[in-house]
């Protein structure tokens, strides 16, 4: 006989197995829907367990961390330009697609909510599902970053890279160059956005920076996709920020302190009816005509906190791998060299970004950067809610015809794209030659074949300030402080991208380590 507790706790158990084994029986179900021919994706090509469930994206993105953009390289190896890596989702290895997935001109483009669940940003235009609701926000940031917009910036930049060369030409000892090139970043995009920069340049050393707390803030992106719940436990960070490594510390308090304070001080500013001389793109946003609700305090500190991430780490990581690979080559770089002389007679007073970028070689060797920097190395997705897309191609040497029904999310990966050896040869080495055609013009052609920006209606927005800044500080670097630096126990494992969190990791993230001689 059992007492009335016992037989109360069989009967929990008893409920709780009975949960357990619906659950399963559901998730069973479920699974073998996602490998029948009803379903939607089924005639793509692809690893069965891959369509059938989400385990192996956990497994390499969440177990192994951040390997699943390498294991799809391995897949469309096997499979071919389309493969399906997940049950509801679909991955590109060819370029000429590109302009269908991500598409501008009207054409719809949800981003998968799969995705945006690994940003905290939720409320940011960048994670934000809707094509509509994305491009009602995008558009008023969007003026900001117009060819004449940067132009009025550029005095700016000018005197940022300038500062950034006179302290680098200080160091009497080893360090770590992506910080510095952070630090130049962080100042450039904050002071443009909130009216006041932060001021990374103007302190003693190179700390602190943001590069190792987006590191450290990017950490749970996975565990965010796959349990969104866990996000709540991001908005607590500030309760703590006194007791956090100092690394996650500086970042909370800038996503959840700081930036809340700007956004308060800007809207200060506007109800007590002061005007700045130089407008700033949260001071012109509060007076926009975005919706109350878009501009709600917590809505406009996810979209300074994505401009301030998206602006900082991309360019000064496309600096680092530049400045590591022509202190590798020296002949790349007294090639870049020669070709700046000829242009510029005082490094300390540069001509215009628009004179700069027509150089053939300075340009390649932008280029070359952007690819194997990557910008966002893992897959970004679309969802074209309005129409079917039609893929058309080869697969060993056979025509393959796929198509992606409306309402599925089909991605490209930048770390994939940008080693296809058909298009990039030897892709792993560093070969600016290859933008230039035999006459050493540039192939412009070849652009279409990067994703360092990504394409269409949510491609990057920053991209003209990140190609002045790009275009601006590596002459001043090439021209003023590479003849004096050299690597310092730094190898190519250091730059060589390894796993991701959204951006490019390397192995084991040491950093750039160089010396300048006195
Ligand atoms: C080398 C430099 C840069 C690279 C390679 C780069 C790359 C990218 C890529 C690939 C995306 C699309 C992400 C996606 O599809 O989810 C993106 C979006 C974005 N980038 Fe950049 N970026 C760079 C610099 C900048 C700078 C300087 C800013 C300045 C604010 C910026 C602001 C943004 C913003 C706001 C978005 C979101 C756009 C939207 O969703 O509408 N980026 N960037």
Redesign the pocket.
Same mark, same amino acid.
């Not at 949510?458 to 991209?463: A, P």
């Given at each position: 006989m059992f007492t009335q507790a016992e037989e109360r706790s069989f009967g929990l158990a008893h409920s709780v197995f009975l949960l357990v084994g619906v659950w399963l029986l559901y998730q069973l179900l479920k699974a073998l829907y996602n490998v029948s021919p009803l379903h939607p994706l089924s005639h793509f090509p692809g690893p069965k367990l891959a369509a059938a469930t989400y385990l192996p994206e956990f497994y390499y993105d969440v177990v192994k961390f951040g390997c699943y953009t390498k294991e799809i390289g391995a897949m469309h190896e096997k499979y071919g330009p389309l493969v399906r890596i997940n049950p509801n989702e679909v991955h590109c290895n060819d370029i000429a697609f590109a302009d269908a997935i991500y598409a501008v001109g009207g054409r719809k483009r949800d981003k998968p909510i799969h995705q945006v669940n690994g940003t905290a940003l939720g409320q940011a235009? !960048?994670g934000t599902v809707d094509h509509d609701v994305?491009r009602m926000r995008?558009s008023p940031v969007a003026k900001f970053f117009s060819r004449a917009m940067i132009a009025q910036l550029e005095p700016d930049v000018q005197r940022l890279v300038q500062k950034l060369c006179d302290k680098l030409l200080t160091q009497s000892k080893p360090f770590d160059v992506t910080m510095a090139y952070s630090c130049f970043t962080s100042d450039a995009?904050s002071g443009y956005a909130f009216g006041e920069s932060f001021g990374f340049l103007e302190q003693e050393g190179w700390y602190p920076n943001f590069r190792e707390p987006t590191a450290a803030v990017l950490q749970p992106v996975f565990i965010f996709r796959f349990f969104p719940w866990t996000k709540a436990s991001a908005s607590l960070g500030k309760l703590f920020v006194d007791y956090l490594p100092k690394d996650i510390a500086l970042m909370i308090r800038t996503l959840q302190i700081d930036l809340p304070g700007r956004i308060r001080n800007v809207k200060s500013n506007i109800d007590a009816d002061v005007h700045l001389d130089r407008p700033n793109i949260f001071d012109s946003l509060l007076r926009s005509d975005l919706n109350a609700l878009d501009k709600e305090p917590q809505r406009l500190t996810d979209e300074a906190g994505?401009?301030a991430a998206?602006?900082t780490e *991309? *360019?000064s990581w496309?600096l680092a791998v530049m400045t590591y690979h022509l202190l590798k080559q020296p002949l790349l770089l007294d090639k870049l060299t020669q070709e700046l002389e000829g242009v510029v007679d005082d490094a300390t007073k540069l001509p215009d970004w628009t004179v700069l970028e027509h150089l053939p070689y300075l340009s390649a060797v932008i280029q070359e950067g952007?690819r194997l920097s990557y910008?966002?190395s893992a897959r *970004?997705a679309r969802i074209a809610t309005e129409e079917n897309l039609i893929y058309r191609g080869e697969w060993n040497k056979k025509p393959v015809e796929l198509v992606v029904p409306k309402g599925y999310a089909v991605g490209m990966s930048a770390a994939v794209t940008h080693h296809n050896e058909g298009t990039f040869p030897h892709s792993n080495e560093f070969v600016p030659e290859r933008w230039l055609d035999d006459q050493n013009q540039r192939r412009k052609d070849m652009d279409r074949s990067m994703l360092? !920006? /990504?394409k269409g209606s949510? /491609?990057?927005?920053?991209?003209n300030?990140?190609l002045c800044e790009?275009n601006l500080c590596l002459t001043a670097l090439v021209l003023r402080v590479l003849p004096h630096m050299s690597l310092y126990g730094t190898t190519y494992e250091d730059v060589a991208y390894h796993h991701d969190m959204f951006i490019p990791m390397t192995k084991d993230n040491r950093g750039i380590h160089v010396t300048i001689q006195q």
């Open positions: 235009g !960048f994305h995008r995009i994505a401009v998206a602006g *991309t *360019t496309a952007l910008g966002v *970004t360092a !920006f /990504s949510r /491609s990057c927005l920053g991209m300030l990140a790009l």
